[in-house]
């Protein structure tokens, strides 16, 4: 078994791949051109939004969004402690400053009733993780935001086409970003990325950004950071398979908590009310994490720690000087949480087999007690079968 088998995903769709892939060679279409004018079209169109503006990868296309929104020198920006680390550090590299904000224990998402006491003077916005296809809880987040007149980037590489009451995650920000990784829940085969905005104001100046400031005209300095030709022919024929790729996370993860639900010690995942969850990452805890973990593994069942720690926690944020208690659920959180295999070709039967390896390790079956047929008397010693 695999924790994502991206080569499966290809076998299902090898003749539309491999036919995308010789049209762009055949037209040289390798830099902008009609594969990305589509794609961003198209994208655009799914999520419900005026604009996308096509880049190297999602890491990027947080930091395009900073620079497009405006962050000047020591402004702070809020994000959440429990992410991957290109919801901060773009930050830092767009001048700003982090300031990080514990998380909600059911949903691993920034906890809005947290954000306010680190607005500042200096806060200049807020970026809302959308964490492992759950929806961060944006009614709150933007009433806080309309409230302190900040801006909102949501950062959706975990959670394309996720919603939240009604809404498609990407729609509600000031921007919206995405990761196209190849095992983000729409992959290309290398890096991609993408910025959305119903802004036109932020649009035109990512755009320009992205593209050094302008080409012909550079109307200012900017960065090359850009979609190829293939990434876009690739994604322009995954697109098509998104929705039924997401139902069928969704169905998996129905199955695991269907399976996992009466399993003492585990807690399977939280789903927001009226909400889509699209489960880029099915995520299990457990009080004895790191020998489950091992459990699975000489099992033959690979297993991931999204993330092993809350980044204030890191090498790289020792200088903010946090300790575990400005964090207490983030820091919880990072010795309990397990990511389980979970992509849309995965197979009833390892789903199953997922399962049953948890179980036998956090509730194995009982022993039968030596001497159990003489203490039930006759109806007991009877079933000759057990
Ligand atoms: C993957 C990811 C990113 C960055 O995307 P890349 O395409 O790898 O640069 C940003 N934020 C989150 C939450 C991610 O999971």
Not at 163 to 189: E, I
Not at 236 to 265: C, F, M, S
Request: charge should be negative; aromatic fraction near 8%; include cysteine.
């Amino acid at each position: 078994m695999e924790f994502v088998n991206l080569h499966a995903q290809y076998l299902g769709i090898k003749d539309e791949i491999d036919a995308a892939i010789a049209t762009v060679i055949r037209e040289s279409s390798f830099i902008r051109g009609p594969h990305v004018d589509e794609f961003e079209m198209r994208f655009a169109e799914l999520v419900g939004v005026r604009h996308c503006v096509s880049c190297g990868d999602g890491t990027d296309a947080i930091y395009i969004a900073l620079r497009a929104l405006g962050l000047g020198q020591g402004d702070e920006v809020i994000t959440t402690a429990h992410t991957w680390i290109a919801s901060a550090e773009t930050v830092t590299q767009a001048g700003g400053r982090v300031a990080f904000c514990d998380t909600e224990d059911e949903y691993y998402c920034i906890d809005p009733l947290r954000i306010e006491r680190q607005i500042t003077p200096r806060t200049r916005g807020i970026i809302a993780v959308h964490l492992y296809g759950q929806p961060a809880d944006m009614d709150p987040i933007l009433e806080l935001a309309r409230r302190h007149g900040l801006w909102v980037i949501e950062d959706c590489a975990q959670a394309h086409l996720a919603t939240y009451r009604g809404r498609v995650v990407g729609t509600m920000g000031d921007a919206a970003t995405f990761s196209f990784y190849p095992g983000k829940n729409l992959g290309a085969m290398g890096d991609a990325g993408c910025l959305v905005t119903n802004r036109g104001d932020v649009a035109e100046f990512a755009a320009l950004f992205a593209r050094h400031g302008g080409k012909g005209e550079h109307v200012m300095e900017g960065i090359n950071s850009r979609l190829d030709g293939l990434q876009a022919a690739i994604l322009n024929v995954k697109l098509r398979h998104l929705r039924r790729w997401t139902a069928e996370r969704q169905h998996l993860a129905a199955r695991y908590d269907e399976l996992l639900a009466d399993i003492p010690g585990i807690r399977t995942p939280m789903r927001r009310a009226e909400c889509e969850h699209v489960f880029h990452l099915y995520v299990i805890r457990s009080q004895r994490r790191d020998a489950l973990r091992e459990r699975l593994h000489e099992r033959g069942i690979p297993t991931l720690i999204n993330y092993p720690k809350a980044l204030p926690f890191y090498p790289a944020y020792a200088y903010l000087g946090h300790t575990p208690a400005d964090f207490p659920v983030a820091y919880r959180h990072q010795g309990e949480i397990l990511s389980i295999p979970l992509y849309p070709e995965l197979e009833a039967s390892q789903v199953e087999a997922v399962a049953d390896a948890i179980r036998s390790f956090e509730a194995p079956a009982p022993r039968r007690p030596a001497g159990v047929h003489q203490t039930r008397g006759v109806a007991a010693g009877s079933s000759k079968r057990d």
